[in-house]
């Protein structure tokens, strides 16, 4: 089993865009139980990720709520990164 981030990472090859609700539901099955699973904590992961250039923020919606959700992509240049480090 890869290591959580990695695997949220690499969730981001695919090249659709994605909140961190989508990438919860993907990875849910492997890594529910986690600790960092959490919703802070995959938001943390999330604009860690963006803030080194892995992602790109590409929109910015309110639920039904108020609260923020944020949605993220990979472009084909960091989709190679990601994939060159990331078997």
Do not use: H, W
């Not at 949220?8 to 099955?29: N, P």
């Amino acid at each position: 089993m890869r290591p959580l981030f990695f695997s949220v990472l690499k969730y981001f090859t695919s090249g659709k865009e994605a909140c961190r609700k989508d990438v919860q539901d993907a990875l849910r099955s492997e890594y529910g139980n986690f600790k960092a699973f959490k919703d802070k904590a995959m938001d943390e992961a999330l604009m860690t990720a963006c803030s080194n250039g892995l992602i790109d923020e590409t929109r910015y919606e309110l639920d039904d709520k108020g609260n923020l959700i944020i949605y993220y992509k990979a472009s084909q240049e960091s989709i190679d990164t990601i994939n060159s480090y990331i078997k």
